[in-house]
């Protein structure tokens, strides 16, 4: 590859890094064709991106971004396939799905909610981050609460109260 061209890749790479929130790299060597055109569908219908690029390519693409990205060089060794996605569990949710037919990707690192995780044992951690959707609704439901509690308490007195009324108006 010219050095002209291989200015261009990084260029390219580097504005799909600041463009996206969150990638992953993986490990797709020994994938067959047809579990890779599998892989490339479903992230195409998750809205993940999914490029191969060489890793010193994407070590200079890194650099280059705006984003301050250090300690992801142990993950970029051998084959890598990058997944971009601006949700940061969709692309460890989507591996873990995958991996319930094949073995593969292997996951190698990721770059999620301005933190780097390295490891196969962080993907289990990744799959399990709320979205900003989730958490919002999970405040919403936590404030709601104590409101249904004082309205239900209230409520449930006020039927104990009339009936006592009741039961004492028709004594006598």
């Known amino acids: 590859m010219k050095k002209a061209d291989k200015g ?3 260029n390219k790479v580097a504005s799909t890094i600041d463009e996206y929130g969150h990638f992953y790299v993986t490990d797709t060597t020994g994938m067959n064709a047809s579990a890779t055109t599998n892989l ?9 991106k999914m ?9 200079k693409a890194i650099e280059q971004s705006s984003k301050n990205i250090e300690g992801l060089d142990e993950a970029l060794k051998g084959t890598s396939a990058i997944l971009f996605s601006n949700v940061g569990s969709l692309p460890a949710k989507m591996i873990k799905d995958f991996r319930k037919k094949a073995t593969l990707p292997i996951f190698k ?3 999620v909610e301005e933190s780097v995780y390295l490891g196969e044992k962080q993907l289990e951690a990744l799959a399990n981050i709320k979205t900003k959707e989730e958490l919002v609704g999970d405040v919403i439901a936590l404030l709601q609460s104590p409101i249904k509690n004082v309205i239900g308490a209230l409520q ?5 109260i009339h009936g006592i009324l009741k039961t004492l108006g028709e004594k006598e």
């Open 156 to 160: 449930s007195g006020g039927y104990t």
């Open 40 to 48: 490339r569908r479903l992230c195409f219908k998750s809205d993940v």
């Open 51 to 59: 490029i191969v690029v060489k890793n010193t390519l994407f070590k």
């Open 109 to 111: 690192g990721a770059y």
């Open 8 to 10: 261009i890749v990084i």
